[in-house]
Every structure is written in C-alpha cells, then in structure tokens.
C-alpha cells in the first residue's frame, strides 16, 4: 500500500488545542491554514505560537532562521472555504458532538475528496461524526493532549468504516509532529481518558469523604505515584468542566462507576473551572 503523505494541514478552531496543533504540523514541514470562525481567537493563537518559538530561540532551542520558517508556513484564515485543497484537515472546536457533526458535513462539502478528516475530540464517537459525512472511510481520530506542543502521545481512534491507508497517513503525521501515537478502537473515553476517569471520579469521592486536604492528597499521588500533578490539579488545569463532561460521557456508555461525586459538580455549578476561570479546587486569582 502506497502512503498518503499529507503536506498540507488544515486545523479548524485556533483554541486551546488548535494553535499548538498547528505550531506542530508547522514544525513538521506542513503548509498550515489555521481557521477559525472568531478573528480575536486566530490573533490570540497566532500571538502564542510565536511567543513559544520565540522562547525556544532565545532559550537557543531553536535557531532563528528555522522558527521564520515555521511561522511563515501558518496562514490564518476565518474562511472555511480556505481549507479546501488541504490533504487532511484537524477540527479543534469544542467537545459537543452536535457542534462536531455539524462542522465535518460543512468539512465534507469544502475539503477536497480525496482529503482525510480528524478531530480531536478526547471521548466523543469517531463512528457518528464520520456518519455526518459523504468519506467515512477518510474520518479519525486525532487525540492529542494538553498542552499538545509538549505532552508526548496522539491517540488514533479508528470509527466502524476508516480505511487502513487512512490511518496510516495519520500516524506518519503524528510521528512527522515529533509523537508517539496508539492506535485504537471506537469506544467512550479511548484508552487514557477511560483508564483517567477511573481515578479522577474515585478522587471526587475521596474529595466528598473529606479524607483528607486536597493538597495533602495531591501530595500523595506525586511523591507516592510519580505523577507530575495530583488529581486536584489536574482538574483545575484541564478544566474542571471538561473532566466532568467526560465522565458523564462515559457514565452513559458504562454506568455509574464513573459518576462523579457532588463536591465537584458543585465547583461546575458555580463557574469556578479551574485556571480558565481562577478558581477550582486552587485559587488563582492574584491578591
């Protein structure tokens, strides 16, 4: 089988996830077109993925004439249209599978036919969204995780009808972006973010009994585990929202052993998400 290179790389949503996506198929060697439907989202994203390179130059990481290169291959765009000779487009829009849906069969009219498309959603089925395209066999998964220009894997979850060559086209892209990738079924949380619940709602319990401080705790998984963040951290910086969007996902796919305690849904209900917001289960808010 011949391999489908992919040169050209569109990322839909210059959020969160969707600049550093695009600084890594930048890094790759990928002509990138990074749109986005808000003008003020494109500036911000563009704005840190210079930043970055530009700490990486003066940390003498990276030399000048090369970070020139990688942010002369990103153009911005709030165009969708502008995505339609890319090789293979990532969507980065949030994750609400009729938001998705929605964004694929726009994708689908635009994107040219031989075009594979990815998102990166952490939970959602890659086997719906394909469904609300004409190219099931060209839709995947493209997990990767925050911050995406540091952490190390990018999960390819596989839906009912994508085709071998598909994959491999997004594996040599991943690996080309410098990662690790795993490969897998088309289940509810994927691998990481299903073995990840587990312990984050038995953290939420835990939280609930009042074992004991949430430092003390997040202490205790660090030095006893050699996790880089205790639980309560990780919340508070991937988003306590998302965390718990995720597990209810998975509660209707597995039952309640993921069902999240009333502490944390509490922290949900009053706005305070974590370092998006200044206040989780830290506060971050400057005196």
Not at 17 to 41: N, R
Not at 142 to 159: C, D, N, R, S, T
Not at 225 to 254: K, N, Y
Request: proline residues 3%; contains cysteine.
């Amino acid at each position: 089988m011949t391999l489908f290179t992919i040169n050209k790389v569109g990322v839909l949503g210059a959020g969160l996830m969707g600049h550093g996506i695009a600084q890594l198929a930048a890094q790759a060697g990928c002509e990138v077109i990074l749109a986005d439907t808000a003008k003020q989202a494109l500036d911000n994203g563009y704005a840190k993925i210079k930043k970055l390179l530009d700490k990486a130059v003066q940390a003498g990481k990276l030399p000048q004439e090369k970070c020139a290169e990688i942010i002369a291959r990103i153009k911005t765009t709030t165009d969708i249209k502008a995505l339609c000779d890319c090789d293979a487009v990532i969507e980065a829009v949030p994750e609400i599978i009729d938001t998705k849906k929605q964004v694929f069969c726009k994708l689908d009219e635009v994107v040219k036919r031989e075009a594979i498309l990815a998102t990166n959603t952490s939970q959602l089925s890659i086997t719906e969204i394909a469904a609300a395209t004409t190219r099931p066999d060209q839709v995947i998964g493209m997990h990767f995780f925050y911050p995406a220009q540091v952490m190390k894997l990018v999960e390819i979850p596989v839906g009912e009808h994508t085709s071998e060559w598909c994959v491999q086209a997004i594996v040599d892209l991943a690996q080309r972006m410098g990662k690790e990738t795993c490969v897998c079924k088309d289940t509810p949380g994927f691998i990481v973010n299903r073995l990840l619940a587990g312990f984050m709602v038995e953290a939420t319990k835990v939280y609930d009994e009042k074992l004991a401080s949430v430092e003390e705790i997040d202490k205790a998984i660090k030095y006893a585990l050699g996790h880089p963040m205790g639980p309560f951290e990780l919340f508070d910086f991937s988003g306590i929202d998302t965390m718990v969007r995720v597990a209810d996902g998975l509660v209707e796919a597995f039952g309640d052993r993921f069902k999240v305690g009333i502490g944390v849904r509490n922290k949900v209900r009053a706005g305070d998400f974590g370092q998006k917001t200044g206040r989780g289960f830290y506060d971050y808010r400057k005196d």
